[in-house]
């Protein structure tokens, strides 16, 4: 059994930073993709970033390029969000997730996170 429990959100100012965490167990975490998702009141799930299971590629959505990094470390079975120059509008629940591709499509990820709570207040 997969299971993912991300850690990290809060309530920050504008222009503050964040790091969120997502602890993994029950898979070889290096063999697969991780990626951060989030859903804002009454909109879809939307992608964030997306890292490969070595970490050597990433791929992330324009509107959070520049602002967020993601990584991981593999020994540690965790993947991060570093989330930097926040605006009001990346408020959401944020959500990670695995996938044996690299993709940004949520439908390609099989096991999720039940979230962290990011508000970002102006």
């Known amino acids: 059994q997969v299971q993912l429990v991300e850690s990290g959100g809060g309530l920050v100012q504008a222009g503050g930073s964040l790091r969120l965490s997502c602890a993994a167990s029950?898979?070889?975490?290096?063999?697969?993709?991780m990626g951060w998702f989030r859903q804002a009141p009454g909109k879809e799930r939307d992608f964030v970033a997306a890292?490969?299971?070595?970490?050597?590629?990433?791929y992330y959505v324009d509107s959070v390029k520049g602002r967020f990094t993601i990584s991981k470390n593999n020994a540690k079975n965790t993947v991060y969000l570093q989330m930097n120059s926040l605006k009001p509008e990346d408020t959401a629940v944020y959500y990670c997730?695995?996938?044996?591709?690299?993709?940004?499509?949520?439908?390609?990820?099989?096991?999720w996170g039940q979230g962290t709570q990011v508000t970002v207040s102006s």
């Open positions: 997730a695995s996938s044996t591709v690299l993709r940004a499509d949520p439908s390609q990820y099989n096991y």
């Open positions: 029950g898979r070889t975490f290096s063999n697969y993709a």
């Open positions: 890292i490969s299971g070595s970490g050597a590629n990433t």
